[in-house]
C-alpha cells in the first residue's frame, strides 16, 4: 500500500476528482481528513469510503478554504484525531465564469483567484510548520493543461491556476530542505460527473450526442478516449507517495498525451 498508516488530508471533495482522491487513498491505506464547502458532500463521500471495505479512519471538515481561520481549523482538527499531517492533496477549486478576456468580470477574476491560489496557499502555509515539526511530507497541488494549452474563455481559471504553478516551483525550492516535497498534477479532460454534465449541456445546445463529444475530444489524446478521474486520482496519490520520495518541483502531465512537452 503506497499509503499505509500515512495521514492525508484532501480538499475540495465533491463528485469526481476529489472523491476519487479520497477513495484512493483509502485504498492505498491512509487516514483521510476530507474537507468541502457542503456537508452532504462529505457524508457522500464518507459513505463512498465506508463501502470499500477499508475500514478507513475518516474525519469530516466542512471548510471553505478560502477563510483562513476554517483553513487553521481544519489542520488542527486533523492534528488533534491523527496527530501529524503526511500529505496534503489540494483539489478545491472553482472554474469561474468562462467568457473572453477583453470582456472578462475581473471581479470573478478575483473570486477565482481568491479559492485557487491564495485558499491553497492559505491551507498550504497552515500544514507546513506541521510538517516541519515532524521532519518531511508530500504536497501535491491538483493543477490543470489549461496553463499549458490555452483554451478560449478560460483565462481567469488558467491565470489562477498558472500562478499556483509557479508558486509550486518556489514552495519545493524553499522547503526541500526540510524533506517536505511539493509537485504538481496536470489533469486534462477527465471523465468524470463535472464533464459529464458539461458535455450534456453543450451536446444540447448543440444538437449532438455526449457519445459524439466524447469522440471527438478523444481524436487529440493519443492514447485514444477522455481519461477517467479514478485513473487520474492514482497518479496524484503515487506523487503523493514515497515511491516519488526523489521527486519535487516537477509538473507532471495527465491528460492521456494531448499536451506532449519537448
Known sequence: MLLKDKVVIVSGIGPGLGVELARCAAQEGAKIAICARTAAKLDEAERDV????????????????????????????????FGRIDV?????????????????????????????????MQLTQEVVPHMKRQGGGSIVMINSMVTRVPMPTQGGYAASKGALRVATAYLAKELGGYGIRVNSALMGWMWGPPVEGYMRAAAAEHGTTVEAMRRQVARNIPLGDVPDDADCAKVAIMLASDYCRVVTGACLDVNGGEFLPV
Not at 496534503?88 to 491560489?117: H, K
Open 50 to 81: 465506508a463501502a470499500l471495505g477499508t475500514g478507513t479512519e475518516v474525519l469530516k471538515v466542512p471548510t471553505d478554504i478560502g477563510d483562513r481561520a476554517q483553513c487553521r481549523a481544519l489542520v488542527e482538527r486533523t492534528i488533534e484525531r
Open 88 to 120: 496534503l492533496l489540494n483539489s478545491a477549486y472553482v472554474g469561474g465564469t468562462f467568457e473572453p478576456i477583453e470582456s472578462a468580470n475581473l471581479e470573478d477574476w478575483r473570486a477565482t483567484m481568491d479559492v485557487n491560489f491564495f485558499g491553497t
